[in-house]
T-cell receptor, first 112, second 115 residues
Framework: ELKVEQNPLFLSMQEGKNYTIYCNYSTTSDRLYWYRQDPGKSLESLFV?????AVKQEGRLMASLDTKARLSTLHITAAVHDLSATYFCAPVPGAGSYQLTFGKGTKLSVIP | AAGVIQSPRHLIKEKRETATLKCYPIPRHDTVYWYQQGPGQDPQFLIS???????DKGSIPDRFSAQQFSDYHSELNMSSLELGDSALYFC??????????????FGEGSWLTVV
């Protein structure tokens, strides 16, 4: 069974600062997704990471994947208030699986 | 761009009643997924369908059933509702070749409250 651990679960940071969210998972996964969720809203896709060493960037967010370490990171650069949300990582167990296994989420609050 | 459409957006049911949620995937998406998200929780995978056949099954209670129809829309039927079924239910869709890393898109969700 695939287990996913995200940390931190809560993150309060000042605008302009940098920080990294970590996502560890327990078994082999061939792809990993990052989602953003505002309270009571849908899950917005941020990144899909497919291979070891994959790095993707969009605006102030950059995600990476290390399949050997079973680790993905979401790096926030020069945070702004609009980035306040809950961020989920979700690896998929392996080929043939359709399940996203979500972490507990990291609730990010960016303080002006 | 078209998104995943879910209905109803909100519903209130009493214990032991039945509820049906509907999901219309993005056009040309043939894979549909259902997730349940309790208050303050992460989404939990329930079930998925590809080309009208069940493709994967997660923690879906036996009281729940789902299917995908010929027009690719899907319905989640929930019977003998319990208070613990109160949650936000998401439908998601993707093209079949999600193995290549296509995005899985989520709908706005259906809020179910069981009283």
């Amino acid at each position: 069974e695939l287990k996913v651990e995200q940390n931190p679960l809560f993150l309060s940071m000042q605008e302009g600062k940098n920080y990294t969210i970590y996502c560890n998972y327990s078994t082999t996964s061939d792809r990993l997704y990052w989602y953003r969720q505002d309270p009571g809203k849908s899950l917005e896709s941020l990144f899909v990471l497919l291979s070891n060493g994959a790095v993707k960037q969009e605006g102030r967010l950059m995600a990476s994947l290390d399949t050997k370490a079973r680790l993905s990171t979401l790096h926030i650069t020069a945070a702004v208030h609009d980035l306040s949300a809950t961020y989920f990582c979700a690896p998929v167990p392996g080929a043939g699986s359709y399940q996203l296994t979500f972490g507990k989420g990291t609730k990010l609050s960016v303080i002006p | 761009a078209a998104g995943v459409i879910q209905s109803p957006r909100h519903l209130i049911k009493e214990k032991r009643e039945t509820a049906t949620l509907k999901c219309y995937p993005i056009p040309r998406h043939d894979t549909v997924y259902w997730y349940q998200q309790g208050p303050g929780q992460d989404p939990q995978f329930l079930i998925s369908f590809y080309e009208k056949m069940q493709s994967d099954k997660g923690s879906i209670p036996d009281r729940f059933s789902a299917q995908q129809f010929s027009d690719y829309h899907s319905e989640l039927n929930m019977s003998s509702l319990e208070l613990g079924d109160s949650a936000l239910y998401f439908c998601a869709s993707s093209p079949y070749d999600s193995f290549s890393g296509n995005t899985i898109y989520f709908g706005e969700g259906s809020w179910l409250t069981v009283v």
